[in-house]
């Protein structure tokens, strides 16, 4: 029986579970059938043998050096995705006050409606047409007494996402939803209160959400906070209270360690500039044959989003872009379900080589299809 196996790979521009590191990939593979010299699979690992624990501990103290985590923060692995935070964050921080919302897309909006059962949450301010960018801060209404401000940073539908850190008034905690931005680019971790996100996208396979809390956010919870979800509790077993997603965090390790060999978060950042930049540079001298409908102030890095044929899009030429990517390795590239076109997600596994066959790709298409708009 061979010991490895030719796998012809396409390039994966898919919005999440996407892309990993080859090189991630490879270890995991070589390691599967025996972790560590240990006989048994990662998979077959207990999860209170002094294994797990040390991996564990390499995983938090990775992610505290590549995010420059401050002591005064506790670093959970927990599960439930980051849809599981849209409940875990009021239920252990609102009890009984306000929340402020900034909704700049779909999965902002989700954590809304979801916060809303546990207390009074609003919206700083009024719901758009469309969500195409970000409005200026001086129009939000904020509420002095919010026991704190939640954003999303990267809107992976919508392909919206912050530039910089949002204002916040004096002594209301800042909440992120960094799922599909996470290791990207710097984030000032002393800024926020608490932060969250998915592996799914930058950091790992799916089944696990990295949560960065300040302590003084910690043991607040109202009393009918499910126990795998109250922040004491998980802090209190360091994310052990259940079996957590073993499997899953030991992939983040191996992300973790490739991001750190790659020079760590700033070079991704720049790496990211470069990959978007290639797509969004096709996209503004196409004479309107490829249409982002986001702000330039607010595009995405990470979801480059999309219309082909005009700002309303042909749904006929959308669809011959995507078989004919797909006849050139390329795949994932059909936009979401809710708002249709196409998008392109740029995560740090996607390399700038991917990205510039795609770009000439693009250009390719517009050559020969413009006529047809």
């Known amino acids: ?17 996407a892309k990993l590191p080859e090189e991630v990939l490879l270890t995991a593979q070589r390691e ?17 043998s002094a294994e797990f624990g040390k991996i564990m501990n390499k995983v938090e103290q990775d992610y505290r050096d ?22 875990a964050v009021p239920m252990n921080i609102l009890n009984g006050g306000t929340a402020d919302y900034i909704v700049t897309g779909s999965w902002s909006a989700k954590a809304l409606k979801e916060a809303q059962k546990y207390g009074k949450v609003q919206e700083v301010f009024k719901k758009p047409k469309a969500y195409t960018g970000i409005p200026s ?15 999303c940073n990267n ?24 799922s599909s931005n996470m290791l990207s680019r710097p984030i000032d971790v002393a ?39 109250d922040y004491k509790t998980q802090v209190g077993m360091n994310s052990l209270y259940n079996t957590p997603p073993v499997y899953s965090i030991y992939i983040m390790g191996l992300v973790f360690e490739w991001v750190k060999k790659q020079g760590g978060v700033k ?32 595009r995405s890095r990470m979801n480059i989003t999309y219309r082909i044929g005009g700002p309303g899009g042909n749904e006929e030429l959308e669809k011959k872009f995507v078989e004919e990517a797909k006849k050139q ?45």
């Open 191 to 229: 800024k926020h209160g608490l932060i969250y996100a998915g592996a799914q996208k930058n950091m790992g396979c799916a089944g696990v959400t990295a949560v960065i809390v300040r302590e003084d956010l910690v043991g607040t919870s109202i009393p009918e906070c499910p126990i795998i979800l």
């Open 329 to 373: 390795g390329m795949v994932s590239l059909k936009g979401h379900r809710s708002v249709g076109g196409i998008r392109a997600s740029l995560y740090n596994a996607t390399t700038i080589e991917e990205t510039m066959k795609l770009a000439e790709f693009m250009s390719e298409f517009k050559d020969r299809y413009f006529s047809l708009m």
């Open 1 to 17: 029986m061979a010991n490895a196996i030719d796998y012809q790979r396409v390039i994966n521009f898919a919005a999440g579970p």
């Open 267 to 298: 070079v991704m950042e720049e790496r990211s500039i470069k990959k978007s930049n290639l797509l969004y540079d096709v996209i503004d001298n196409s004479e309107n044959f490829y249409c982002c409908p986001v702000d330039v102030s607010a």
């Open 66 to 87: 590549l995010l420059d985590i401050p002591d005064n923060y506790k670093v959970l692995f927990l599960p439930g995705g980051g849809t599981g935070q849209f409940s």
């Open 32 to 48: 599967m059938m025996n972790y560590s010299g240990l006989g048994v699979s990662i998979m077959e690992l207990s999860h209170r």
């Open 137 to 151: 801060h001086d129009t939000w209404n904020l509420n002095p007494d919010a026991k704190y401000l939640y954003y």
């Open 155 to 178: 809107e992976t539908v919508h392909g919206v996402e912050f530039q910089q850190t949002p204002y916040t008034l004096p002594n209301v905690p800042l909440v992120c939803d960094s």
